[in-house]
């Protein structure tokens, strides 16, 4: 049997619809580089969620959908204001910084995510030409620390930026779990929220690999975009590959299927193990962050990988648990077991 583990939604395999979507795609010949009508109706697909004067651009992964996003509406003296947890400044290696040439203004948050108090610790300095200038506020939905804004959270911060000439962006590599968690239609807590430049990720629900910048209209229409995603080397020669994966995922429900799934593993996970070992944030799309003892990690390792995020004390470690659109209740049973026979060792 194939293994499936508990490392991260990145490790699942392709769904099989969207192999067959690629599969498709493969007949014959068709124009590069996006004008092909794979990629052309994908991008219809976009619009009819987020409507019809969104930007859609397809990109190869997370890493470039965040960066070039917020290379389309800043300047190089311009900063983004995120949590010190995001991806953006934990995870990207420096690109926001290296390649869209902001600098990230990071806020402490004890569950992932900003609030207008947060960001009012960087609003400061505006018009100073000492003074990096604040230009974007970035959230991340779902966190990742597993947790979600509501919608009236991130109309919060919308508001405020825009009321400060500022923008917001969404990181949303987990957006379709967000939206299933939340109930709501993937414009409710974006577009109609007030965000500006998003980041719609694919890769981790189901798709073999592609991700998209949305930008919506007034405030962050760049008709120079393209020019953007050329020189950021994330234009596909044979993009119609990224279209048909798309396709597939958004013109019906495969995109709630699969993060449907991931999320009621992760709280079946949560509900199993949680007699025996500390949830260390709510469960609520398909993370599982638990506080271990130290000494038991090497072990559940063994049984099945995973990361550990961060030191609880000298004696314990924050870890996480990530279901994916292909995680069963087997495999969730079988690594709650192990959890409870390790933990419950002297």
């Given at each position: 049997?194939?293994?499936?583990?508990?490392?991260?939604?990145?490790?699942?395999?392709?769904?099989?619809?969207?192999?067959?979507?690629?599969?498709?795609?493969?007949?014959?010949?068709?124009?590069?580089?996006?004008?092909?009508?794979?990629?052309?109706?994908?991008?219809?697909?976009?619009?009819?969620?987020?409507?019809?004067?969104?930007?859609?651009?397809?990109?190869?992964?997370?890493?470039?959908?965040?960066?070039?996003?917020?290379?389309?509406?800043?300047?190089?003296?311009?900063a983004v204001i995120c949590t010190a947890t995001a991806h953006i400044h934990v995870d990207e290696c420096g690109a926001p910084e290296r390649l869209a040439g902001v600098k990230l203004l990071t806020c402490e948050t004890p569950d992932g995510k900003l609030t207008v108090t947060h960001v009012q610790q960087h609003m400061h300095?505006?018009?100073?030409?000492?003074?990096?200038?604040?230009?974007?506020?970035?959230?991340?939905?779902?966190?990742?620390?597993?947790?979600?804004?509501?919608?009236?959270?991130?109309?919060?911060?919308?508001?405020?930026?825009?009321?400060?000439?500022?923008?917001?962006?969404?990181?949303?590599?987990?957006?379709?779990?967000?939206?299933?968690?939340?109930?709501?239609?993937?414009?409710?807590?974006?577009?109609?929220?007030?965000?500006?430049?998003?980041?719609?990720?694919?890769?981790?629900?189901?798709?073999?690999?592609?991700?998209?910048?949305?930008?919506?209209?007034?405030?962050?229409?760049?008709?120079?975009?393209?020019?953007?995603?050329?020189?950021?080397?994330?234009?596909?020669?044979?993009?119609?590959?990224?279209?048909?994966?798309?396709?597939?995922?958004?013109?019906?429900?495969?995109?709630?299927?699969?993060?449907?799934?991931?999320?009621?593993?992760?709280?079946?996970?949560?509900?199993?193990?949680?007699?025996?070992?500390?949830?260390?944030?709510?469960?609520?799309?398909?993370?599982?962050?638990?506080?271990?003892?130290?000494?038991?990690?090497?072990?559940?390792?063994?049984?099945?990988?995973?990361?550990?995020?961060?030191?609880?004390?000298?004696?314990?470690?924050?870890?996480?648990?990530?279901?994916?659109?292909?995680?069963?209740?087997?495999d969730v049973d079988d690594f709650a077991a192990a959890v409870r026979e390790v933990v419950g060792r002297r």
């Amino acid at each position: 049997m194939a293994h499936r583990g508990f490392a991260s939604d990145n490790n699942a395999g392709t769904h099989p619809e969207i192999l067959q979507a690629i599969l498709a795609a493969n007949e014959g010949h068709t124009l590069g580089y996006g004008d092909d009508p794979y990629t052309h109706r994908a991008i219809e697909t976009f619009k009819r969620h987020f409507g019809e004067d969104a930007d859609v651009y397809f990109v190869f992964n997370g890493t470039a959908a965040n960066v070039l996003g917020l290379r389309a509406v800043t300047e190089s003296y311009h900063a983004v204001i995120c949590t010190a947890t995001a991806h953006i400044h934990v995870d990207e290696c420096g690109a926001p910084e290296r390649l869209a040439g902001v600098k990230l203004l990071t806020c402490e948050t004890p569950d992932g995510k900003l609030t207008v108090t947060h960001v009012q610790q960087h609003m400061h300095g505006f018009g100073d030409e000492h003074h990096i200038q604040p230009k974007v506020i970035s959230v991340t939905q779902s966190t990742e620390l597993g947790t979600l804004y509501t919608v009236e959270e991130i109309r919060a911060l919308a508001d405020y930026a825009h009321a400060h000439d500022m923008m917001l962006h969404m990181d949303g590599a987990r957006i379709c779990n967000a939206a299933v968690a939340l109930g709501l239609p993937l414009r409710a807590f974006t577009r109609d929220a007030g965000v500006d430049v998003l980041s719609f990720g694919g890769t981790k629900n189901g798709l073999l690999g592609g991700e998209a910048v949305v930008l919506f209209p007034p405030r962050a229409r760049n008709d120079a975009f393209k020019f953007i995603r050329k020189q950021g080397m994330q234009l596909a020669s044979k993009m119609r590959f990224i279209g048909a994966q798309f396709e597939a995922l958004l013109c019906g429900d495969l995109w709630q299927r699969n993060a449907a799934n991931a999320n009621a593993m992760a709280h079946r996970l949560a509900e199993r193990v949680r007699d025996v070992v500390e949830i260390a944030y709510p469960v609520q799309a398909n993370a599982v962050f638990a506080v271990l003892p130290k000494r038991h990690i090497p072990a559940l390792r063994a049984r099945s990988f995973f990361y550990e995020w961060a030191s609880a004390d000298d004696e314990r470690a924050v870890v996480r648990w990530m279901c994916s659109w292909d995680t069963t209740a087997e495999d969730v049973d079988d690594f709650a077991a192990a959890v409870r026979e390790v933990v419950g060792r002297r």
